[in-house]
């Protein structure tokens, strides 16, 4: 779900307002939003899967699954293993 352009700016003008304290409360509030919604995904993908990512050098790698580790995903490619955080990946 994205937000609307409303959204943002609410988002936006709210964080113009905020002291130090309250910037601080909002970094942490963005950080356990954004570890969750990892978590979420990388519950959507099984070891064996075949998935795929982009590198910004060698572009779009593909592979399978190997291995979930604590906050990334094993992915063997013809390139080798690579971790790569499950918000990167997208089924193949």
Do not use: H, Y
Request: aromatic residues 4%; without cysteine; glycine residues 6%.
């Amino acid at each position: 779900m994205a937000l609307s352009k409303k959204e943002m700016m609410t988002i936006s003008s709210i964080m113009l307002k905020a002291n130090p304290a309250e910037m601080d409360q909002i970094a942490q509030m963005f950080n356990e939003a954004r570890k969750l919604q990892s978590a979420q995904k990388k519950m959507m993908f099984a070891i064996g899967d075949k998935v795929s990512f982009v590198n910004n050098k060698q572009g779009l790698i593909t592979g399978v699954i190997t291995k979930k580790l604590r906050s990334n995903l094993v992915v063997k490619t013809e390139q080798g293993n690579w971790r790569v955080s499950p918000g990167a990946l997208q089924a193949a």
